[in-house]
């Protein structure tokens, strides 16, 4: 999976490999 720049507009599935809240 692709790790989009903006963590804000990923879906809660990105937030689970990229927990930057």
Not at 1 to 21: A, C, G, I, N
Request: net charge neutral.
């Amino acid at each position: 999976m692709v790790h989009p720049t903006t963590p804000e507009s990923s879906p809660p599935s990105y937030r689970l490999d990229v927990p930057k809240q």
